[in-house]
Structures are given as C-alpha cells and as structure tokens.
C-alpha cells in the first residue's frame, strides 16, 4: 500500500473501528446490560428485513427515546414515528439475529446519510447494535432465527444501473436506456396479425420462451406457434386398466369393451428453433379418432396457449420419446438459431439433436390448441419415411423408429389369463412384397410385437380379428431384431396423406401368401408351413367340442330351460347348429426338418352331420388309429410353440391365416 | 432496491468534500468500508496508484481500463457495471454477493476524485481492446 495514500489511512481507521466493536460486543456480554451511555442511541423497531448484496436493509421505525427497560408491548407503532432504513453489514445481521417486531439500539458511531430523492433516511456503519432481548421468548425466537433467515428476501441488483456523481445531470439517477443490456430474451413477435380474441398476446415462435415465461404476470396469455409432427394417443398415467368384465373368454371375437379406454390424445411438436415438446391432449372418449386427428393435423401448424408444463424430461429418462425426436431430426429446413436477430436464420448441418424435452399439458377446461386445417402443410414437418420390411430388418441401429405398410397374416394374444384383454401384448405377424419376392436369405413373414402401451384403435382391433388387414404401421421400433410397436405407434388402416417413398404399392401382394417352410433355422413363437407324413397319433390328445356358429365362441353353456340345447352367452342365442371342432396331436415326419419330432396339434371344424357320427365312433372305440398314419399331411400352416434341442423336439400348431 | 443509491450517494458526498477539501474525510472512507466490505482497500489502493485510465474515441464511446496488482490490464464499461476480472464473474455475476469489484469501485473513486489517466485512441483501437477481451475469453 502506497504511504500516506487513502488506502493505508482506511487500513487504520478500520483496524481501530474493529478492535472498538470487539471490546464493545464483550462489554454487552460480560455486564449482561446495557452499557450506560444512553446519549446518541438510536432505537428502532424492525418492520421488515430484505438483503442486497450481503447487506441487510430492515425497514424500521424510529421509537421515542426511552429506557432499557421497554417492553416490545409499550412500543405500540404510532404512525407519526419517522422511518428508517438501516442497513447492516452481514456480520453484524448473524450477530443480531434480528426478525421483524424486534426492537434495535444503535449504539454511536454510526452514520446518517441523506438520499437525493428519497424521504427515508439511511443508517450506515451500525456496527454497535444490539437486540432487545424478551426474556420469556428468548429461546423460542432463536431456534425459530434459523427458519426466518431462509425466509428473508433477496434484492437482486441489475447491473445497468450505474452511478453519477455530477450534479449537472439530473437529481434522479436514471439508466441510460439506450446502454441498456438486454436480460431477458428477446421477444420475437411475428406477425401480429392472427385475429386473436383479445386476452391473448401476440404470437410467439419459441417453445423455451413459453416455457420460461411460466409464472411471471400474462403467462397465460403467451402464445406458441408450432408444428404438428406427430399425433399418438398414450395411455393414461393412471393406469391403463379397464374393468375386466368377468371371465371373457380369450376367443377371436372384437374385443367389445364398453368402458372407455384410458388414453389422451398428445400432440409432438416443434417450434422455429427446432425445439420439440410433448403435448398432452384431453382423454379420448373412442379411440377411433386417432386416425382422424392424424390425418387432419399432422404437418399442420398450431397455436398453443396457455400450457401447464406437466415434465421437462431427457434422453436418458424417455428413451421412447427421444428415439421418435431422432427420427425427426436434423430437420428439413434450417431452423432459428436462439440470439441471432429475427432475419438470419442458420443451416442445421452441425446441430446436435435435442437432449431435453418439455412435456405440456393443457389447464382443465378450455382447451387452448388452434389447428390451422385449412392451411398448408409446414416445411418443417417430417412425414414418416416408409421403407420395405426387407429394408427395415437390415438396419442396424438400435431403436430406431420406422414405417412401414404390410399385410396382416396371423393374431396371437399373449395369454396370459390374469391380465386384462386390452393389455395384454399381440404378436402381429406380417409381409408385405419385398419379403415375398425374396428367394433364400431372410424370413419371408415377420413378427411384430404390439404391447400394452401401443394404443390400438377399436378399427383396427376389430379389422385385424375380421380379416387380413393391410396396415400402416406408423414409428413403430426396431430393435434387437424385433419390430416392436409401443407408445406413439400408431397403427392406421389408411394412408397417411403425406409419405415419402412408395408406400402401398411395397405390400401389394402379386401372388398368394407363402410362409417358410419349417427348417432348422425356425425359431419358437413364428409361423411356418410344412408337410410331412403322419407317423403317430396321441391319443391322450383327442378333444372336440362344440362352437357356436355365429361368434366362434368355443365355451357354450347348457341351456338353463332346455338342458339338451347349447347356449352362447356371447351371442346371448342358443345354438341350434354348433360347429364341432376337433383337436389332436400328431406326429410328422418332415423331410424339410427330418432330425426333429415334429408334433403338431391339429384341428378341424366339422358339420353338425359328421357330429354325431363321430361320437358315436369315439363311444364304440372304432376310430382307427391306424387309418392315420401313413397320410401325406399337405402344407400346413403353423405356429411353432417351442424348440427344444434334447430331446429334439418342434411342438407346433395348425393355424388359419387371415 | 436501495443499496445502489447508497452507494451513488456516498461516492458523491466523497466527490463533493474532495472538490472542496482535496480530502477524503475519515467517516466517509469508513462509510466505503461499510457498503463496499474487502473491496474498499484495494480499490482506493488502485486509486492511489493511478491505475485507472478513461479510454476515448472521436464518437464519444469511453471504456476505462484498470491496472490490477499482477499486471494485467481490465477492462470495465461505462455503460453498465461490468469488468472483466474474474471477481467480477463470481462475486458479482454468479454470486450476487457484491455490488461491484474492486476495479470498477475504483473507476468510480478516480472519477471523484479526478485521479483518472485520459487515453485518446480511435475508433478501431477502442474496438480492438472490446474484441480482445472476448478472444481470451475464448
């Protein structure tokens, strides 16, 4: 430090100002009173306390000088007692503990100081205060300090108020507006020319802006211009469970559940900047209104308002949700880049895909969401890429969404018994042309697994159960050698209006459907043909029962008025003509896969006539195993329930393809 | 908010009293300590020292450059309160734990007390020195 410069001279000063509070602070403690010299003490009572940069600002009022003695009782506030603002240094305010109603002495020196344009006077240098202590609610106001203090509000300077010292400009200090650095982000206001009903503002184009307006004044009012890529239905938090409706028997009627399903309609969107977000709709009372809202609205843009955020979720926290956001990006116009001015908009070459996402949902009751149908379609949407199924099963990334049409062969539920029917998981198997026209090397039908979170539409439940179905599979996921459809797949049996690539004219089939035949590369839980010679009959396996002729429902009850007549309680009818069907096991001999057991559980229906007949035979014990064996099976269609090497062993069964 | 009128408050009263005393009297430095804690010292040590230059262009524009204790050469505006030391970024920025650094208390303390070095340079130059801060910060 520079001799006899200002800095020295503060050193001194202050050294001796501190060792002035230590001894000061000890003599409060050790006499247990207050020090005698009254003259010069200010006492004032807190009425309330912020903090700006370390210093404490309390609001207080100036009480009537008087004894030590005051009670916090007597010193009712009167309104004629000027007020004060006193400030403390932090080291000070830990010593003090002060809360607001406490009442204050400040001891000499300290300071007033006289603000231009304002009535409060300031008082600085407090360092010799002391609190006023009650004795009854001493311990209870500390243990409560702690609390309090986390409590006490904190002034945040801006940093564009600077000082002037001339008194040639103005008394009041005024911030130079045109130096003004920007804190908040600039608005960008396009065009304000959308008739709006009047509580709304202005149109804005950025998703992170909404979201950060959240909670400060008009956010309600705050208005977001996006783009519609996708429309899916998710099933509801709350759980994805309807009633189950008693015993329903697992039968390939249409599931006709009557209880609403538990799904909302949610909207992926993207703003100017690239930005994406979820928006979850209201609950959907029918499910069939997905394929609607899809064609009308994807590509389309819309205004959001008053959104609640429901979520601000990551990659690695919605897996799902982020491998559709990577199908849609890097986006196919450049997008705005956030701090550039309205005019420059940057390419999209080297932008990182997205690693956040903000989940919204809309405020109970109105729903603020306008869709521009009538509009064009936005550059910026990204209608799914449609690739063949041969295509598909050569990518070789992980969870990757793809589209793709195909031809629904076969439906299995998964059975298992205890969960309900609208959740349990389908196995969907499919072709489509470029896997039939394939000679060797890949499968020419494929499996597609469609859990309990894929939200099918009622059409497409009963369109699937009915007949074979050409089915546009919308981001389903491929992974691990598995298509596999789960939340946001949707599944449409129209196309879609906008799709890059050949879509339909993939899957129309030229000729007949053919499956693989069974080999050794067959695998467990997929469908293949084969053929083969009978060599063994088990007939611990023989079953038949009766159908009903109209639903298929393989569980009929005898009629409570007439026990002789069978009654469907699906079709609630008796059944005057029942199918019979027939189930037994038998024993191939396949050449295409000779080393293997192939056993294989067949059925037939068969007429009401041959019933009786067989019955009877069945009763008299005549059926002839032995007419059997030796028949030349023709290509059968199966499903292949297991594999087991030891002892080598196929266990299939005989299908209908759709 | 009221501790910047404080503050602007205090710097004029010493303005005042050293364009009528050449002085500082001692309760006011004492007042600086009291607002502006640990960096009081060293900014009236920067004042001592001459450490402050107002730089100016033909257009009017003005920064001030200050010369820290290691050598190195901040830069603080005019317009706002900003200076490039790292103090400033913490204390002030991240923190909020201060009003201003201790360079900038003592562009304010030299501009009371007329102890500021004037630097004219053009246009370009005063451009130069605002680019020159953001490449090191990189």
Redesign the interface.
């Known amino acids: 430090l520079c001799r006899g410069g200002l800095a020295e001279r503060l050193c001194r000063l202050q050294n001796r100002e501190r060792s002035a509070i230590s001894f000061w602070r000890h003599q409060c403690i050790s006499d247990g009173k207050v020090p005698s010299d009254k003259s010069g003490v200010l006492i004032v009572k807190i009425l309330e306390i912020f903090e700006e940069c370390t210093i404490q600002v309390a609001i207080c009022q100036q009480l009537a000088q008087s004894s030590a003695t005051l009670s916090p009782e007597d010193a009712v506030i009167n309104a004629e007692e000027p007020i004060l603002k006193v400030l403390f240094t932090r080291e000070t305010a830990a010593h003090l503990k002060s809360s607001p109603q406490d009442v204050i002495h400040i001891y000499p020196p300290w300071q007033k100081l006289l603000l231009q344009n304002a009535d409060v006077p300031v008082i600085m240098n407090t360092y010799f205060s002391q609190k006023v202590l009650l004795s009854e609610h001493s311990e209870a106001r500390e243990k409560t300090y702690g609390l309090k203090k986390m409590l006490i509000r904190k002034n945040i300077i801006s940093l564009a108020q600077t000082f002037r010292l001339d008194d040639l400009d103005d008394k009041l200090h005024q911030e130079s507006s045109d130096n003004q650095v920007p804190c908040a982000p600039q608005t960008h206001n396009k065009g304000d020319s959308k008739q709006h009903p009047p509580a709304l503002s202005a149109v804005n184009d950025s998703l992170l802006e909404m979201v950060e307006s959240q909670g400060a004044v008009g956010w309600r009012e705050v208005q977001v211009r996006v783009v519609i890529q996708r429309v899916y239905c998710l099933p509801a938090r709350e759980g994805y469970r309807s009633h189950t409706q008693g015993n329903k028997p697992l039968c390939a009627t249409p599931i006709t559940n009557s209880d609403p399903p538990n799904v909302r309609l949610c909207l992926l969107v993207q703003d100017a900047y690239g930005m994406f977000s979820e928006v979850q709709l209201q609950s959907l009372s029918s499910t069939d209104d997905i394929e609607r809202y899809c064609q009308r609205w994807e590509g389309k843009s819309c205004c959001l308002a008053g959104m609640k955020i429901l979520q601000r979720t990551t990659r690695g926290r919605a897996l799902g949700l982020f491998s559709l956001i990577d199908s849609l990006w890097p986006p196919v116009v450049p997008v705005k880049v956030p701090g550039q001015s309205q005019e420059s908009e940057m390419m999209t070459t080297n932008l990182p895909p997205p690693s956040f996402c903000y989940i919204l949902t809309v405020q109970s009751g109105e729903i603020h969401v306008e869709v521009d149908e009538e509009e064009q379609i936005s550059n910026l949407y990204q209608p799914p890429a449609v690739h063949g199924l041969k295509e598909i099963l050569r990518i070789s990334g992980r969870n990757e969404r793809c589209s793709f049409w195909a031809q629904v062969l076969y439906q299995r539920l998964q059975s298992k018994h205890s969960v309900p029917i609208d959740q349990r998981e389908m196995l969907l198997f499919v072709t489509d042309s470029t896997l039939q026209n394939v000679v060797h090397g890949i499968p020419k039908v494929v499996a597609v697994s469609v859990t309990a979170s894929c939200v099918l539409s009622m059409e497409v439940i009963e369109a699937l159960s009915a007949d074979s179905q050409l089915v546009f599979f919308k981001d389903a996921l491929w992974g691990n050698g598995r298509i596999i459809c789960v939340e946001r797949t949707v599944l449409l049996l129209q196309k879609p209006l906008l799709c890059s690539a050949a879509g339909a004219d993939l899957s129309e089939l030229t000729g007949p459907v053919r499956l693989d035949e069974l080999d050794s590369t067959t695998q467990a839980s997929s469908i293949c043909a084969l053929r083969g010679t009978v060599v063994g009959v088990n007939e611990s396996t023989a079953f038949s029962w009766p159908t009903c002729n109209r639903c298929g429902n393989g569980k009929l009850e005898l009629c409570p008025q007439d026990r002789e007549l069978l009654y469907c309680n699906q079709c609630s009818e008796v059944v005057t003509t029942p199918v019979l069907k027939m189930q037994l096991e038998v024993f191939l001999s396949c050449p295409s896969r000779s080393q293997s057991t192939v056993k294989v559980k067949v059925w037939h229906e068969i007429s009401m006539a041959l019933f009786v007949l067989l019955t009877m035979l069945l009763f008299l014990q005549t059926y002839e195993v032995q007419s059997v064996l030796g028949k030349e099976v023709g290509l059968l269609s199966c499903y292949v329930h297991s594999i087991t090497s030891h002892p080598n062993c196929v266990a299939l069964e005989e299908i209908v393809l759709l | ?13 010493i ?1 005042k009293a050293f364009q009528e005393t050449s002085q ?1 009297p ?2 006011l ?7 502006f ?1 640990p960096s ?3 900014a ?2 920067l ?3 001459r450490s402050v230059t107002r730089v100016r262009a033909p257009s009017g524009r003005t920064l001030y450059q200050v010369l820290g204790s290691s050598g190195k050469l901040y830069t603080c505006y ?5 200076c490039t030391c790292p103090a400033f970024g913490f204390s ?1 920025l991240q923190k ?4 201003l650094c201790k360079h900038i208390l003592a562009v ?1 303390l030299s ?2 007390m007329g102890a500021c070095q004037e630097l004219a340079v053009s246009e370009e130059q005063l451009t130069n020195i605002l680019l020159a801060e953001e490449e090191d910060e990189g």
């Open positions: 908010s009221t501790l910047p009128a404080v503050a602007e408050e205090l710097l004029r009263e303005r500082v001692d309760d430095l004492l007042g600086l300590k009291f607002i804690g009081a010292v060293p009236l040590d004042v001592d020292q005019s317009s706002c309160h900003f002030v909020s734990e201060s009003l304010y501009q009371a």
